[in-house]
């Protein structure tokens, strides 16, 4: 059996563990959530940069891609060749 001793020492252990959980929530709280930024007026001011866009096709010059030919269009399957009407259904 614990002596009374040891049971008050274990207590504010437990006391100090908790009031730390209590302060690193609270602090995340108050950083997190609560606390506001200082807002400016009218929209942020965005710099304005023309970027020419080039795209290079030399890519699609190589013999490989010159190569490969369409896929063949897969007819549907025949009505008569599809499963069951319910497929869910048990089988007799």
């Known amino acids: 059996?614990?002596?009374?001793?040891?049971?008050?020492?274990?207590?504010?252990?437990?006391?100090i563990v908790f009031f730390l959980f209590l302060v690193v929530n609270l602090l995340i709280l108050?950083?997190?959530?609560?606390?506001?930024?200082k807002t400016s007026k009218g929209p942020p001011q965005i710099p304005q940069v023309e970027k020419k866009i080039e795209i290079d096709?030399?890519?699609?010059?190589?013999?490989?891609?010159?190569?490969?030919?369409?896929?063949?269009k897969i007819p549907p399957p025949n009505l008569e060749e599809i499963g069951?009407?319910?497929?869910?259904s048990q089988i007799k």
């Open 1 to 15: 059996m614990e002596s009374t001793y040891q049971r008050i020492k274990r207590q504010k252990n437990l006391i």
């Open 30 to 37: 108050y950083f997190g959530y609560l606390k506001k930024e």
């Open 57 to 72: 096709f030399s890519v699609l010059e190589n013999p490989i891609l010159k190569e490969l030919q369409p896929f063949e």
């Open 84 to 88: 069951r009407e319910n497929p869910f």
